[in-house]
């Protein structure tokens, strides 16, 4: 469920007309519902409240300052792949005790920094990672909790570059490595290696592949308390991200389906003391967030049609990088073209198939080919759903081009929550190697 419907044949963001939107803040622009948001935050604290997990939202789903501070109010704590998002989660207020943080790079800086801050849970990928944040916690006299991402070798059927839980993957541990792992540094007096770390993959559309890593681990965890010569106790499971989000209308299992399968295998042992971590990304933000775009030009080429948009790959990657599906639809429609879902297939009257793409250099740069869409103009602004996840934090300035704005809606009211990036943004970094605009216009002889 989302916040964004069509009411007399204008899309609106809950109270707010798509079209005033980009009237105010041009385009391209990201648009995120403040009140689907929270939505999607409560079904999932709802859904799994039996196991009072600590939800440590996924900073690199969509890392707006305003996004996390939302989140930070409603309770959630953050995960974290970076020093750049824990600067983030500090940002807006986030206390880094209720922080994890994972990512196979971590730097001796990040790690420094991290000790420093009090970050709640080190989530480590390798022998060598933990060696290393235990050598600098030494040095630095500061203790810190450590979860060890286990690598279950389970296969969440998604696309193979957001699969993460398979043996191959540069991810984890071996489950098969993890008691050596345990034996090795289970008692280590600063690090304390007292948690496991699931991640499997994103977007997974059945509760499954987590049952059976979870099962995996829970024999595991058995397994550590019973060595008779090191037993170790695990007090922290870490169950990742990768929840759904409706790419497609009722794509995905709903936070309930996903709890109704994890619950009761994990509730006794919550009983008994485990703590529970989720981090979820874009089963929050995903659906909760769209791109708005305007059309600049029709074009025809050969049989195809193209709308060629004023964004297209640099705004938003996942349809070129992941063969990923967005639903896209005009903002504004007659009342037969308003659509009754957002799918594949669209069966209305008068549709026209055409490839929708943006302005960049590149072939693969588009939204959709051969969508079926009402017939459009220029000037006719476009919605790309399901955006929220994945799309502003992975938009880039290649050729040149300033990221866009974007905005939180709260019922009528528009938040500009990060401003349209200008020509000077573009090259801020650089002009040190150039001189100033003054020094520039100098040198080139301009205005003397
Ligand atoms: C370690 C970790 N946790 C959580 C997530 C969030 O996943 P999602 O946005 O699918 O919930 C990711 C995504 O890549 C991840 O790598």
Redesign the pocket.
Known sequence: MDHFSYIGGQLHCEATPMSAIADSVGTPCYVYSRATILHHYDRLADAFSSLNPLICY?I??CSNLAIIKLLKDRGAGM?L?SGGELFRAMQAGVDPANCVY?GVGKTDVEIRQSLQAGVGWF?VESEAEFENIAEIARELNIPCKVAL?INPDVDPKTHRY?T?GKKESK?GVDIDRARAFFRTYGHDDLCKLTGI?L?LG??IYTAEPYVSAITKVLGLIDQLAADAANPVTIDMLDL????GADYETDQSPAASDYAGEIVPLLKARVEQGLQIVI?????I?ANAGVLLVRVLYMKTSGDKTFAICDGGMNTLIRPCHYDAFHFIWPTKVESAHIPPSRAKQMDLEGLIPMDVVGPICETGDFFGIDRPLPPLQRGDLLTVFSAG??GMVMASRYNSMPLPAEVLIDDQTVHVIRRRETYDDLVAHERHGVGTPAEVEHAHGVNT
């Open positions: 996924s690199k789903s995960d792949v994972a989530n991402r957001t993460t991810f770390h991640h994103s977007p990742g991200g990768g929840f981090e979820p990304g874009r089963s933000m996840a994945y």
